[in-house]
């Protein structure tokens, strides 16, 4: 018997049985940001008692090095009277309290900022007003990129891209077919493919990927966001994106669900699971030069962090710190910067987009 106990497989299996078979990448929209059920609209997933961890999180260096970026960055743009700092996904607004409090040290900048802060969850909505209080910067929520005005912005986004859907296709003797999900004969929520191929699919793939083997599977995104991000740092702007993924695009599929920081089944208790895949940032890059914005990078974050200073910025932490909290330090330098499995400095890249006319950025330096 299938486990029919949550609201959300109820209804996407109602939705299967309306309209049939549904892309990945519904599926995934589905899971993650349904108006009741989804993932992102329910929990704090974020934290050591929560399902992932982040590099905020880790560490009040990565938002410090972050805040200083930022601050640098809008020196480099002519110190406008105003900016809007505007954060993709914040989470519990570790990162951005931890940014503010650096970037103090940069005459003029905190008095420029206006925050603009980009989330559906209410709970992590509530958990940032929180975290943010007292900090004296008026702050603005939106749903969506697209509804903060116009104007000198800078974005920020760690771990953000990877939560937006996927779609996945997969190569046939007749051409690339998408994977959907659908039930199958035993009556489970299990992966198929689409009947007809997707048309001219394969002449849209980068020209290494044309020959690709069959049963092989690519991965895309939308690029509504990209594109978002770029326009937005084209005219006065620069957005820093920091997250899992390649600089390389390529084959194979990265869908990965996560719960209580163990891999879960992406299908099982879904909006009950985090599912995330790589970046990449190969295709973020084209999309956000192809809106007229400059690409910087991407670099590997252990590169980025260093170059911002972390090695330094951990010495002064721990000169004035007990022998345990020195350890901790070291440790969330490891996993920060580190490239051996299980850290996050390898596997996780920077990329910068910016107006044209800003020259080199800070992190992407050759
Ligand atoms: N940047 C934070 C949180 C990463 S988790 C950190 O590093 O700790 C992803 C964040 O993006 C969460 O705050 C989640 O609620 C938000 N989010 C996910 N999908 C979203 C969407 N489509 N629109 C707006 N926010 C979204």
């Given at each position: 018997?299938?486990?029919?106990?949550?609201?959300?497989?109820?209804e996407?299996?109602?939705?299967?049985?309306?309209?049939?078979?549904?892309?990945?990448?519904?599926?995934?929209?589905?899971?993650?940001?349904?108006?009741?059920?989804?993932?992102?609209?329910?929990?704090?997933?974020?934290?050591?008692?929560?399902?992932?961890?982040?590099?905020?999180?880790?560490?009040?260096?990565?938002?410090?090095?972050?805040?200083l970026?930022?601050?640098?960055?809008?020196?480099?743009?002519?110190?406008?009277?105003?900016?809007?700092?505007?954060?993709?996904?914040?989470?519990?607004?570790?990162?951005?309290?931890?940014?503010?409090?650096?970037?103090?040290?940069?005459?003029?900048?905190?008095?420029?900022?206006?925050?603009?802060?980009?989330?559906?969850?209410?709970?992590?909505?509530?958990?940032?007003?929180?975290?943010?209080?007292?900090?004296?910067?008026?702050?603005m929520?939106?749903?969506?990129?697209?509804?903060?005005?116009?104007?000198?912005?800078?974005?920020?986004?760690?771990?953000?891209?990877?939560?937006?859907?996927?779609?996945?296709?997969?190569?046939?003797?007749?051409?690339?077919?998408?994977?959907?999900i659908?039930?199958?004969?035993?009556?489970?929520?299990?992966?198929?493919?689409?009947?007809?191929?997707?048309?001219?699919?394969?002449?849209?793939?980068?020209?290494?990927?044309?020959?690709?083997?069959?049963?092989?599977?690519?991965?895309?995104?939308?690029?509504?966001?990209a594109?978002?991000?770029?326009?937005?740092?084209?005219?006065?702007?620069?957005?820093?994106?920091?997250?899992?993924?390649?600089?390389?695009?390529?084959?194979?599929?990265?869908?990965?669900?996560?719960?209580?920081?163990?891999?879960?089944?992406?299908?099982?208790?879904?909006?009950?699971?985090?599912?995330?895949?790589?970046?990449?940032?190969?295709?973020?890059?084209?999309?956000?030069?192809?809106?007229?914005?400059?690409?910087?990078?991407?670099?590997?974050?252990?590169?980025?962090?260093?170059?911002?200073?972390?090695?330094?910025?951990?010495?002064?932490?721990?000169?004035n710190?007990?022998p345990?909290?020195?350890?901790?330090?070291?440790?969330?330098?490891?996993?920060?910067?580190?490239?051996?499995p299980?850290t996050?400095g390898?596997?996780?890249?920077?990329?910068?987009?910016?107006?044209?006319?800003?020259?080199?950025?800070?992190?992407?330096?050759?």
């Amino acid at each position: 018997m299938a486990d029919e106990s949550s609201p959300l497989e109820q209804e996407i299996r109602r939705l299967i049985a309306v309209a049939g078979p549904m892309p990945v990448a519904e599926y995934m929209r589905l899971c993650l940001t349904h108006p009741q059920y989804g993932y992102y609209l329910r929990r704090d997933a974020i934290g050591a008692a929560g399902d992932f961890i982040t590099a905020p999180e880790i560490s009040q260096m990565f938002g410090e090095l972050v805040g200083l970026w930022a601050a640098a960055v809008w020196q480099q743009m002519g110190a406008p009277e105003n900016i809007r700092l505007i954060e993709l996904g914040p989470g519990r607004g570790t990162m951005m309290r931890d940014a503010l409090r650096a970037a103090k040290i940069v005459k003029g900048f905190q008095p420029a900022v206006v925050l603009h802060l980009v989330e559906l969850n209410p709970k992590l909505k509530e958990a940032q007003r929180q975290m943010l209080d007292g900090l004296e910067v008026p702050v603005m929520w939106h749903a969506a990129l697209a509804d903060v005005p116009a104007g000198p912005s800078i974005i920020l986004a760690n771990e953000f891209i990877d939560a937006l859907p996927i779609h996945q296709a997969v190569k046939r003797a007749n051409g690339w077919h998408e994977r959907v999900i659908e039930i199958s004969p035993q009556g489970d929520l299990a992966i198929g493919v689409a009947t007809d191929p997707l048309p001219h699919f394969n002449a849209t793939l980068p020209r290494e990927l044309r020959q690709a083997a069959e049963h092989s599977v690519f991965e895309w995104r939308p690029d509504t966001i990209a594109m978002e991000i770029g326009r937005r740092a084209r005219d006065e702007g620069a957005a820093l994106i920091i997250d899992y993924g390649h600089t390389a695009r390529g084959l194979g599929e990265t869908l990965q669900a996560v719960a209580g920081h163990s891999f879960a089944n992406p299908l099982r208790t879904p909006g009950g699971i985090d599912l995330t895949a790589h970046v990449d940032f190969m295709a973020l890059a084209q999309s956000a030069e192809m809106m007229g914005a400059r690409a910087h990078g991407p670099v590997t974050q252990g590169d980025f962090l260093r170059r911002l200073g972390i090695e330094k910025r951990a010495a002064t932490l721990k000169a004035n710190a007990a022998p345990a909290k020195a350890a901790e330090i070291d440790h969330a330098l490891t996993r920060l910067t580190g490239t051996s499995p299980g850290t996050m400095g390898e596997l996780f890249k920077a990329l910068a987009v910016a107006d044209p006319k800003l020259d080199t950025l800070p992190g992407f330096e050759a």
